[in-house]
């Protein structure tokens, strides 16, 4: 079993930048595909963002292209989810997911983080 904590989160203006962290601990976090939702309120969780177990291949929901990225360091069992140019619209409780596999897409996942809060302020 996988422990995932993220960190990042806050409040920032329309236009602003923020990064979130996932910190992962449990399991080899190299050999595992890893992936960003998030959940606004009254909706349901959303796909945002994956990469594969070595980084060499990402995917991202069509609301965030362009200006989110993912990316990890496996040396620091961590994923990153760099967020540019943020709007309203991007309000959400944003979750850390590690797959059961090591190539995207995802597939099913084996861990949830317990989520960081980001509110974007028009």
């Known amino acids: 079993q996988v422990q995932l904590v993220e960190s990042g989160g806050g409040l920032v203006q329309a236009g602003g930048s923020l990064r979130l962290s996932c910190a992962a601990s449990?399991?080899?976090?190299?050999?595992?595909?890893m992936g960003w939702f998030r959940q606004a309120p009254g909706k349901e969780r959303e796909f945002g963002a994956a990469?594969?177990?070595?980084?060499?291949?990402?995917a991202y929901a069509d609301s965030v292209k362009g200006r989110f990225t993912i990316s990890r360091d496996n040396a620091k069992n961590t994923v990153y989810l760099q967020m540019n140019s943020l709007k309203p619209e991007d309000t959400a409780i944003y979750y850390c997911?590690?797959?059961?596999?090591?190539?995207?897409?995802?597939?099913?996942?084996?861990?949830w983080g317990q989520g960081t809060q980001v509110t974007v302020s028009s």
């Open positions: 449990g399991r080899p976090f190299s050999r595992y595909a």
């Open positions: 997911a590690g797959s059961t596999r090591s190539a995207l897409p995802l597939g099913p996942i084996a861990s």
């Open positions: 990469i594969s177990w070595g980084g060499g291949s990402t």
